[in-house]
């Protein structure tokens, strides 16, 4: 879940980006260091700390660092599907998530699973979206979407914005 504070895409001063791409957790994650960065030598504290939704990029991309030291031939476009489209269950136990698509225009998104049915907290998901275009022809452009999914009982609800490039037909 994205905190109301933290950035969201597409980006309207250049909407063929879509950024965040990957986010991580989000509302007080903890990162810390053992080197003051004041350079206070009098202190008694053996660790600097802080909280914020930036701390989540280190993490991201220590998991990243070990993929990548796990399967030293993998791009970064293969480790990135490792944790993006996996779906973890914060709700209760036993909840369920039914998915809404805002489709892009011009395009066709299907989910090979419309439903989310989770039988306990943490639980992971693995779910698969597919684009296709609907007409062809037109130019090349950005075309921007919503996936989202809402809890059954409509306390949670999480939203992934979509962004698609529009490649010309043959």
């Given at each position: 879940?994205?905190?109301?504070?933290?950035?969201?895409?597409p980006s309207l001063a250049s909407?063929?980006?879509?950024?965040?791409?990957?986010?991580?957790?989000?509302?007080?994650?903890?990162?810390?260091?053992?080197?003051?960065?004041?350079?206070?030598?009098?202190?008694?504290?053996?660790?600097?700390?802080?909280?914020?939704?930036?701390?989540?990029?280190?993490?991201?991309?220590?998991?990243?660092?070990?993929?990548?030291?796990?399967?030293?031939?993998?791009?970064?476009?293969?480790?990135?599907?490792?944790?993006?489209?996996?779906?973890?269950?914060?709700?209760?136990?036993?909840?369920?998530?039914?998915?809404?698509?805002?489709?892009?225009l011009g395009v066709n998104v299907?989910?090979?699973?419309?439903?989310?049915?989770?039988?306990?907290?943490?639980?992971?998901?693995?779910?698969?979206?597919?684009?296709?275009?609907?007409?062809?022809?037109?130019?090349?452009?950005?075309?921007?979407?919503?996936?989202?999914?809402?809890?059954?009982?409509?306390?949670?609800?999480?939203?992934?914005?979509?962004?698609?490039?529009?490649?010309?037909?043959?």
């Amino acid at each position: 879940m994205v905190s109301s504070f933290s950035s969201r895409g597409p980006s309207l001063a250049s909407p063929s980006i879509l950024k965040p791409d990957v986010i991580g957790p989000s509302v007080n994650i903890l990162a810390a260091w053992p080197i003051s960065v004041e350079n206070k030598t009098n202190s008694r504290l053996t660790f600097n700390t802080v909280s914020g939704t930036s701390m989540s990029c280190p993490h991201l991309s220590g998991i990243a660092a070990l993929l990548k030291s796990a399967h030293p031939n993998w791009s970064p476009a293969a480790i990135k599907p490792t944790y993006t489209r996996t779906v973890t269950n914060v709700g209760e136990a036993n909840s369920t998530y039914d998915s809404v698509i805002v489709a892009p225009l011009g395009v066709n998104v299907t989910l090979n699973a419309t439903r989310l049915e989770f039988s306990e907290v943490n639980q992971k998901i693995t779910y698969q979206v597919t684009f296709s275009r609907v007409a062809t022809g037109g130019d090349a452009s950005f075309v921007h979407g919503i996936l989202s999914w809402t809890s059954s009982n409509s306390i949670q609800f999480v939203r992934s914005p979509v962004s698609v490039k529009l490649v010309r037909g043959k």
